[in-house]
């Protein structure tokens, strides 16, 4: 397994690819299965019908009465955005990765050439995501089986091949990106914007006649013109390959761009000019640079770019839902009005009204997006273990509490950072777009992410101390999938109590429509205490290497 480039970083992936593959696989089950005991009246499927037409900004509402339609509708428009994530930190890791740790150098001399180290890395990505989407097949196989419809293998794996595929070319694009930026972060960072940017561009051009022409602009175009699901519609073999095609010259564009810069480097020069300072001169521009005066400031001046990225990203998803809510509202109304089961299909929340519709839509599906920034923003302690930076830090006289504590000072800021700026976004649009929602309470739907975010970085502080980075990314990145499945479905499948208890969704509840919830946020928040004492623990007693 470690004789090639190809296998070894297979191997690094095996976590990964059985925490996002098995958790999609779930949600997809799950999805078909709870349509064929819920959605049973002709009434109701008429009903649900004209509400997926209202909602078609998620997803083009294709033969959702029945129950490939539905899980394509409700769940597929969202699976390839949570694949995406895990598929850019991996991308942006794969040659930017290698050289933060200093492992690219040793690769390099070996009688290997950048192309064919270039080249095994990206084939072992392909591999991976090519299984995730096979487990996402039989996921849907599994699901049809349990909706008493007919099995389709080959439509179920093609729809885990189109969801691989546009997973793989955000990956790509962060790749790509990664060759013009000195951090792995940076990279995932901005792609994640960008990938936020362009399916927001695809549901824009579905909701709205006369910009259609946008959507054509985004990937998500692609994948949406296949349905392989749903057997009348199947699957679109030029808008497969042009993922492919897609995929491919993202990842050609990186082969000469790495091929001619320095390990370290960037393929373009930002500053222009190369201009040399002699070694006086350089100290005394050190000296003067306030973020090298401190661990706390020269992890948030490092991870700068990435929580923009991220922000910018999140923030235009917040504008553009909200929107939405107010030229959505009246037919909302007209459909939701005296519909049992509509209510306990949104989870009881009253869309009819501006409160209701973003907690059932914006606030539905900003936790998750914001506990995977809470994992990519905490990852950057890991993958530091992994390089070895903190070698040299540990050569001053700083006490190795004070180095955790300084990490986690930073991304504590950088939690703190995205929903305060969210927030005032949100303030802005609601008042823009005359939207009636309470003040204190969203403030408090806001302030309620923050426990959630801390709980998932100080998992992946407590799991450093033990596993690599990329291990640490794919479990906790399969746990918070499998967190908003239980989450997503509760409603529908009617869950046992502390079964639905176990997801952090759930603790974070409706805080737009119910105000705080002091209990679970205080519960969340003294387990990721609890988690970060583990993880500080394990950092003082520990040789670094463990955590590698």
């Known amino acids: 397994m470690l004789r090639s480039v190809w296998t070894k970083t297979l191997r690094d992936y095996r976590v990964a690819i059985l925490g996002w593959g098995l958790g999609l696989a779930l949600l997809l089950y799950a999805t078909l299965a709870a349509y064929a005991t819920q959605i049973t009246t002709p009434q109701a499927r008429a009903q649900f019908a004209q509400l997926a037409e209202t909602f078609r900004f998620f997803a083009e509402p294709i033969e959702v009465t029945t129950p490939t339609g539905f899980a394509t509708w409700r769940i597929m428009g969202l699976t390839p955005v949570l694949l995406g994530i895990w598929a850019i930190l991996a991308g942006a890791r794969l040659v930017r990765g290698a050289e933060e740790r200093g492992a690219l150098d040793i690769v390099l001399a070996t009688p290997r050439s950048r192309a064919r180290v270039l080249a095994e890395g990206i084939a072992a990505r392909v591999a991976a995501l090519a299984i995730v989407g096979v487990l996402l097949g039989l996921g849907a196989l599994a699901g049809e089986a349990a909706a008493g419809v007919p099995a389709a293998p080959g439509g179920a794996l093609l729809a885990g091949l189109n969801v691989s595929l546009t997973a793989l070319v955000f990956g790509l694009l962060a790749l790509l990106l990664s060759q013009f930026v000195t951090r792995a972060g940076a990279a995932a960072g901005a792609a994640a914007g960008l990938m936020i940017l362009a399916w927001v561009v695809d549901g824009t051009g579905r909701a709205a006649p006369d910009l259609a022409w946008v959507s054509r602009l985004s990937p998500f175009h692609l994948y949406g013109l296949s349905k392989p699901l749903i057997a009348s519609y199947g699957a679109d073999p030029g808008a497969l390959l042009g993922l492919a095609a897609l995929a491919a010259i993202l990842g050609g564009a990186s082969f000469p761009l790495f091929a001619r810069r320095d390990l370290g480097g960037t393929a373009w020069s930002w500053r222009g000019g190369a201009r040399q300072a002699d070694g006086g001169r350089a100290l005394t521009g050190a000296a003067r640079d306030h973020s090298l005066r401190g661990l706390l400031p020269r992890a948030l001046r490092a991870d700068a770019p990435a929580i923009a990225w991220w922000t910018f990203g999140l923030a235009l998803y917040v504008a553009w839902v909200t929107g939405v809510a107010r030229a959505t509202r009246d037919t909302l109304r007209a459909i939701l009005e005296g519909s049992p089961f509509f209510r306990q299909f949104l989870g009881g929340v009253g869309l009819g009204t501006d409160a209701g519709f973003l907690s059932g839509v914006l606030f539905a599906f900003l936790p998750v997006l914001l506990a995977l920034y809470a994992l990519t923003q905490a990852g950057g302690w890991a993958r530091d273990l992994d390089a070895g930076r903190l070698e040299l830090v540990l050569g001053t006289p700083i006490p ?55 709980t998932v970085a100080a998992l992946v502080y407590a799991l450093a101390g033990r596993l690599s980075a990329g291990a640490v990314s794919g479990l906790v990145g399969g746990l918070i999938a499998l967190s908003f499945v239980a989450e997503l479905l509760n409603s529908l499948l009617n869950l046992p109590a502390w079964i639905a208890g176990l997801s952090l969704f759930h603790q974070y509840g409706a805080p737009l429509l119910d105000g705080p919830r002091p209990g679970p946020w205080l519960a969340l928040t003294a387990l990721a205490a609890a988690l970060l004492a583990l993880g500080l623990a394990q950092f003082t007693r520990a040789d670094l290497q463990r955590g590698g």
Do not use: C, K, M, Y
Not at 433 to 452: I, K, T
């Open 400 to 454: 190795r509490w004070r180095v955790f504590l300084g990490s986690w000072g930073a991304t504590l800021a950088a939690l703190i950072l995205a929903p305060l700026a969210l927030w005032l976004v949100a303030l802005v649009s609601f008042r823009a777009w005359g939207l009636q929602v309470d003040g204190g309470n969203l403030a408090a739907a806001f302030v309620g992410f923050l426990p959630l975010e801390l």
